[in-house]
């Protein structure tokens, strides 16, 4: 005998929604504004939602905490977004359903699902390597606003490019798993935008980095995995941040990784530090501190 779900108590109500598959709460949420309120409200948890671009299409993520006290984790919930049509794809374990709304577009999706999962954003967006360039701003438009941009290792140097440039501005973090620097793409115009982190990755081929990269750098966090950078250079970076007095510095943390060992004498000569655990402690000054760590391979400046 069918049930009149709406006319259940508040009890009975949240007990029904807690029963549901996060693929089920989705349905129930398009069915009228009450009852995408009614999932809203509710509170069912969803982790974070991810993203990613192929060929012709977006694909999320969804994935419901495991609040049930089940041994194994709940199985994500696949959508696929395709750029060319309103529709949406869902891949569960008994197959692949096609599901429509009117006068629901791309972007409506996405805004639906971060509705009702209280998220304000796309945790990540990540870029593959088959994503065709004209289907950036498409993305872009798509995707207006998200956490954090990845571009993966076999992102050509100019997918690379055209993905920061045109997809950046709408992000918080940036990590990239490739070596893009050449002639045509420095290592500074990833230092340069003002973010909460950058982090690169070029276990391959180590990129070049500079003092005046590290002087106008912009970030919060930047990790470099692996960056070619002189002690000459590591040295004078740090006699300059010595000197500088009341200026302002961005960056709260650097580390970088290197191939070769970095010899910590030539990093540290000519400059006064008291020694504190396994760090270099350094003040300025107006009272600004900086703390290095170095390790056999690995640097880390610490502003404090």
Known sequence: MPIRLLSLTSEDLQ??????EIDELIAFSLCSKRTK?????????????????????????????????????????FIYLDFSNPYITLERKNGMEVWRKEG???????????????????RELMINGCCPIPYLDTVKRIIPKFQELHITEDCSTELTEIAFRKLIPNAEKLQVDKDPFDNDIHIS?????????????????????ELD??????????????ANITEKDLNRFVKIWTKSNHRFYRPEHIEMSA?????????????????VD?????????GKELEIFVLTNFVAFKFK
């Open 15 to 20: 007990y029904a929604l807690n029963c549901m």
């Open 37 to 77: 309120n009614l999932v809203k409200d509710s509170n069912i948890q969803i982790e974070p939602i991810y993203a990613k671009v192929y060929e012709n299409y977006i694909r999320l993520e969804i994935m419901p905490s495991n609040l049930r006290g089940v041994q194994d984790d709940p199985d994500p919930l």
């Open 104 to 122: 629901f577009t791309q972007s409506d999706w996405i805004a639906h699902f971060l509705n009702i999962s209280n998220e304000p954003i796309i």
């Open 189 to 209: 115009q990833f230092l340069k935008p003002n973010l909460t982190s950058v982090c690169l990755s070029s276990w391959g081929h180590p990129c070049k980095l």
């Open 213 to 226: 990269d590290l002087l106008l750098a912009n970030s919060s966090f930047i990790s470099i995995s692996l």
């Open 259 to 275: 191939r070769n060992e970095i010899n910590r004498a030539e990093l540290l000569r000519g400059i006064k530090y008291q020694t």
């Open 278 to 286: 396994n760090s270099h402690l350094l003040k300025r000054a107006d």
